[in-house]
């Protein structure tokens, strides 16, 4: 079992900044993928960010550019980097484990979820 625990959620401004991290305990995650998804009342789960064991990462059009995902293996840590935040990103945002080593952008391509964090974004 893996139990994933996000943190780093609030608050802020459009056009501010938010950190959002994800730390993974249990089992060594060996070499599998992880991803944030993020999730909006009354629409479904979207894909957000991914990236490999090997740092190989993967954007929603509508981060890209603005969001930057990152890993410390060492850690069993992941990185939401959000900049230039718009109100249309106020979601609670998921951790999640990726299946295998390669990137899934679909939620049905990982095993293990965290609990979410809120991210509100004022305009």
């Known amino acids: 079992q893996v139990q994933l625990v996000e943190s780093g959620g609030g608050l802020v401004q459009a056009g501010g900044s938010l950190i959002l991290s994800c730390a993974a305990s249990?089992?060594?995650?060996?070499?599998?993928?992880m991803g944030w998804f993020r999730q909006a009342p009354g629409k479904e789960r979207e894909f957000v960010a991914a990236?490999?064991?090997?740092?190989?990462?993967s954007y929603a059009d509508s981060v890209k550019g603005r969001f930057t995902i990152s890993r410390d293996n060492s850690k069993n840590t992941i990185y939401l980097q959000m900049n230039t935040l718009k109100p249309e990103d106020t979601a609670v945002y998921y951790c999640a484990v990726d299946r295998n080593a390669l990137i899934s952008r679909a939620a049905d391509g990982y095993d293990y979820w965290g609990q979410g964090t809120q991210v509100t974004v004022s305009s």
């Open positions: 249990g089992r060594t995650l060996s070499t599998q993928a």
């Open positions: 990236i490999s064991w090997g740092r190989t990462t």
